[in-house]
């Protein structure tokens, strides 16, 4: 049977849940502004029921928990697409600062090479001029310098990029640390059944930081969260952190290593993966073109005037200095071999103002050089892939802005505070708890009433 | 009841849409300043590399063009050079027709073989012309081609060489720019030196004069049909002069269907990126600046 104590009891049950209820509105205005944050949610259930004879009696409400709402499969999916815009990011930004070399301007090397073989027309027309004799050497000492101007800047990029990743690393093993020690954290809370969700969203918030730099895995166990990279290998397990290293590789740069296993190779996205990806793939490769180039054009250069003479009746020799065999920094050493203009072999029989050899060293601009092509097909192939790595790649990044937009949209949707709910949720819990107010006022009436029963009132 | 819930935060996305329109405008700015839509390879890759060649033709006919002028100058040089030399041999050619009359005394054609000497001497000089340092008839030796030799039959010695130049002026387009001197000033039967030097001969021994002026006006016909390379040459010079300028407009045009940026269409994406720039910034400062916690009272 019921008592007006028990009924008085559940007033003020729900004074106590609206009241706790107000507290999580609060909360929530509170951090309107904070990343990350997710809203929560107080759960309000009926008490067990008193069942006395025939009749079932309530037992008024209490507040079970303040849910923090959110969704951890939307939060794994925005981790992943982190890491895919970390990962463009870093490749579009380095990509874009080396195709500059190649932008077609006065200094590039297509136009160097066309003045070189223009410098060679004006000298057919009067080959034993040393005014135009001195254009040649001029256009090659040009070509030359521009060669190495654009392989000694792509190497700079390239040693830029190997900091960055150092720097990378740093920050991943400080982000790693720092989840490590809110892992702990939370499963202290959770072990003494306390709510961790103010905890979980800051850890989520790290792992967001994490992801930009570095391809992560979560998997989420009763031990607490385990984060893993490329390879399987773990960055954090539970409250405990695996600190990356990097080792400095034959070519100087950091390779990364994550408990001895090098997995610099096997970063598929993140931060870390587009620096490598430029630095270790897409530079070397244009590199090794440039290679390719400029031994192949002072080879046959020079083979062209070594086929004629000098103004000296003398037969010709290497103009440029004999790339090295196996082209390996060709572009950045190429040099000239002659000062002397007197010394380029326009002469095809010996005669000084004969120009027959000139027609040879002419015909390398349409000869297959390198790769079997000639000089600028193979200039402005590398010109096509060079911006075409910036272009498919700034594409890829809008796309992938638009999806990671769209994934903290739905996060928004799911866990961001609205105000506006905020405040009728306020007034909501607030007349509620004015409710159980007048509830457990009108209950104390009846006492005074019930109490006052056996006085008399004479 | 149940509602859509709507992200309460709109404003990483406008953020987003204000980055992208100004790299937009960014872009546009930069087409409509250097009126290329290429300006960097990323722009459009396949143009780029398209324009890679095009620069290195467009290179190419510009030191054609120039090579065609400085040929043109030494060929027109050479060809007054031999226009003189035909004159010089018109005159010796009617002084030894003079020289033939029989009413002439010793004293006269003395002086008459006197100044075909002067005619001989300044022979020497117009085949020792030289054009800005270049010998135009030595071959392709770099040094004074005709020189005076006693021990020649002719008084002079051929000191070039045989050898002949030429100059690309196109694509696989070469043309010859020279002719050895000894093929236009010594030619089998036709020397013009030997022929002159017979002349002066004759006129000193008053014998042969005749033959003498028959052997000059052989030398000056020889020498005329030699004269006619030259024309022929800046004829083709000329030519490929006006063909490369129809070739430079053709690539200026290729220049602009691979390259040119459409100046309407940019200023027009150009205002239309200002308008949602415009509106974009308007729905940010429209976003509600209060909640329903101001009408709660």
Same mark, same amino acid.
């Given at each position: 049977m019921s008592s007006l104590f028990g009924t008085m009891s559940i007033a003020t049950g729900a004074l106590a849940a609206e009241q706790g209820a107000l507290e999580a509105t609060t909360n929530n205005v509170a951090n309107v502004n904070t990343p990350g944050y997710s809203r929560l949610e107080p759960i309000l259930v009926s008490n067990d029921p008193v069942v006395v004879g025939p009749l079932t009696y309530g037992t008024g409400v209490s507040l079970e928990k303040l849910e923090s709402v959110r969704d951890p499969i939307l939060q794994r999916r925005i981790e992943e697409e982190t890491q895919d815009q970390g990962q463009l990011n870093a490749f579009v930004s380095a990509m874009q600062q080396a195709q500059v070399p190649f932008t077609a301007s006065s200094g590039d090397i297509g136009t160097a090479m066309s003045q070189f073989f223009s410098s060679l027309d004006q000298l057919s027309t009067d080959p034993t001029n040393l005014a135009l004799r001195q254009g040649v050497l001029t256009a =090659?000492? !040009?070509?030359?310098?521009?060669?190495? #101007?654009?392989? !000694?800047?792509?190497?700079? @990029?390239r040693s830029d990029l190997d900091l960055s990743v150092a720097q990378d690393v740093t920050q991943v093993n400080v982000l790693s640390a720092q989840i490590a020690k809110l892992n702990t954290e939370i499963s202290q809370l959770q072990g003494v059944n306390q709510d961790a969700s =103010?905890?979980?969203?800051?850890?989520?918030?790290?792992? %967001?930081q994490l992801s930009n730099l570095i391809q992560?895995?979560?998997? @989420?166990?009763? #031990?607490?969260?385990?984060?893993?990279? =490329? #390879? %399987?290998?773990?960055?954090?397990?539970g409250g405990q952190s695996f600190a990356l290293s990097t080792q400095a590789n034959s070519d100087g740069l950091h390779d990364i290593y994550s408990q001895g296993t090098d997995i610099t190779s096997q970063l598929s996205s993140g931060e870390l993966a587009g620096l490598i990806q430029v630095r270790d793939q897409k530079i070397p490769g244009i590199l090794s073109n440039l290679d390719t180039l400029a031994a192949g054009l002072a080879n046959a250069l020079n083979t062209a005037n070594q086929s004629g003479f000098d103004l000296n009746g003398k037969a010709g020799g290497n103009l440029f200095v004999a790339p090295p065999a196996n082209g390996h920094g060709a572009a950045s050493s190429m040099a000239l071999q002659v000062s002397d203009p007197s010394l380029i072999a326009a002469s095809s029989d010996g005669t000084p103002a004969s120009n027959g050899n000139l027609a040879n060293l002419s015909a390398v601009h349409d000869q297959a050089v390198a790769g079997n092509q000639t000089p600028t097909d193979y200039y402005s192939n590398l010109v096509f892939e060079v911006g075409n790595d910036v272009s498919n790649g700034s594409a890829e990044l809008s796309a992938s802005q638009v999806i990671l937009n769209q994934l903290q949209d739905q996060r928004g949707a799911i866990s961001g505070v609205s105000l506006d709910e905020e405040a009728a949720h306020m007034v909501q819990y607030q007349r509620a708890f004015d409710a159980a107010a007048q509830v457990v006022s009108a209950i104390n009436n009846l006492l005074y009433t019930v109490i006052n029963m056996g006085v008399l009132t004479g | 009841m149940s509602s859509v819930r709507v992200n309460p935060y709109p404003m990483p996305d406008l953020l987003t849409a204000l980055d992208n329109l100004l790299q937009q405008q960014q872009t546009a700015t930069l087409e409509l300043a250097s009126g290329s839509r290429i300006n960097k390879p990323s722009d459009d890759p396949a143009g780029a590399a398209q324009m890679a060649q095009i620069n290195d033709l467009s290179s190419q006919m510009d030191s054609y063009q120039q090579s065609i002028g400085s040929v043109n100058e030494v060929l027109s040089t050479a060809d007054a050079t031999l226009n003189s030399v035909g004159t010089a041999l018109q005159r010796a050619i009617s002084l030894g027709v003079e020289g033939a009359n029989g009413t002439l005394s010793d004293a006269d054609r003395a002086a008459i073989a006197n100044e075909v000497n002067g005619i001989q001497a300044q022979l020497l000089s117009l085949a020792n012309t030289a054009y800005r340092g270049q010998y135009l008839f030595a071959g392709t030796a770099d040094q004074q081609p005709f020189v005076l030799d006693p021990t020649a039959s002719s008084g002079v010695r051929y000191d070039g060489s045989q050898g002949v130049n030429q100059v690309t002026i196109g694509s696989g387009y070469q043309v010859q720019v020279n002719l050895? *001197?000894?093929?236009?000033? &010594? *030619?089998? *039967? $036709?020397d013009v030196f030997q022929a002159v030097h017979d002349l002066i001969t004759a006129l000193n021994t008053n014998s042969g004069i005749g033959? $003498?002026?028959?052997?000059?006006? &052989?030398? +000056?016909? +020889?020498?005329? $049909?030699?004269?006619v390379f030259y024309g022929n040459a800046m004829n083709q010079l000329q030519t490929q002069q006006t063909s490369l300028g129809t070739e430079k407009v053709n690539l200026s045009q290729q220049v602009n269907a691979v390259s040119g940026a459409d100046m309407a269409a940019v200023s027009t994406n150009l205002a239309n990126d200002q308008t949602a720039m415009t509106a974009t910034l308007t729905a940010m400062g429209r976003i509600p600046q209060g909640s329903l916690f101001d009408y709660l009272k």
């Open positions: =090659a000492g !040009n070509l030359t310098s521009v060669f190495n #101007n654009t392989a !000694n800047n792509l190497s700079q @990029q =103010a905890l979980m969203d800051q850890r989520d918030v790290l792992i %967001g992560v895995s979560s998997i @989420q166990s009763d #031990n607490g969260l385990t984060l893993t990279t =490329a #390879n %399987g290998t773990p960055l954090v397990v | 050895p *001197g000894s093929q236009i000033f &010594n *030619g089998a *039967g $036709a033959e $003498a002026v028959t052997e000059v006006s &052989n030398s +000056y016909s +020889y020498l005329s $049909a030699q004269r």
